[in-house]
């Protein structure tokens, strides 16, 4: 349907995006553990036992970001591909790609990530409840502005021989159709 996102492709930009960020923020967070190895190395008159400590604290390092990066890429993939999954769901039984697929989906990807969260039965219920009302808050404006640039991008596809009217080749269309005006 037009204006849908690709669902394959939404999840491999989420899950690479979720790896950088994973990665960036164990990255960030191992910086206060490096100061408490500098502690350590200045203590210890011994070579060895200073390379020891060194290398123990890279390979600590180097297992804590990958470990961040693997974790945060299979969350925000695994947002990611229910979020589109279901909005692409709900456009094709509805028949129509407009705003309440977007709002749908994200309050039902936020209860469902709320459901999973650890805890006890009643703040689970609460994550659900909370992400239902957030998901939809939230999804409300970045939808429509979705549908606005889908919309700004359709207007001007309408070519005059009418083969390419998505994509790359529409987009050339409309290059050479704005310089031939201006000519």
Request: with cysteine; glycine share 14%.
């Amino acid at each position: 349907m037009a204006g849908t996102v690709n669902w394959g492709t939404a999840t491999v930009v989420g899950v690479f995006a979720g790896m950088l960020y994973g990665g960036s923020k164990e990255a960030a967070a191992s910086v206060s553990k490096d100061a408490e190895v500098m502690l350590k190395l200045g203590s210890t008159p011994d070579k060895r036992e200073q390379y020891r400590l060194m290398r123990d604290a890279m390979e600590k390092r180097f297992i804590r970001v990958t470990r961040g990066s693997i974790v945060g890429g299979v969350r925000l993939g695994m947002f990611t591909a229910g979020f589109y999954g279901l909005q692409n769901l709900l456009a094709e039984k509805r028949g129509v790609h407009d705003i309440y697929n977007v709002v749908g989906s994200g309050s039902a990807t936020a209860a469902t990530f709320g459901l999973i969260m650890p805890g006890s039965l009643r703040w689970r219920a609460r994550n659900v409840l909370l992400g239902s009302v957030l998901g939809a808050a939230f999804c409300l404006p970045l939808g429509w502005i979705h549908l606005k640039l889908v919309e700004k991008a359709n207007e001007g596809s309408s070519g005059e021989r009418g083969e390419a009217t998505s994509g790359v080749g529409a987009a050339i269309e409309r290059l050479e159709g704005n310089l031939k005006k201006k000519i």
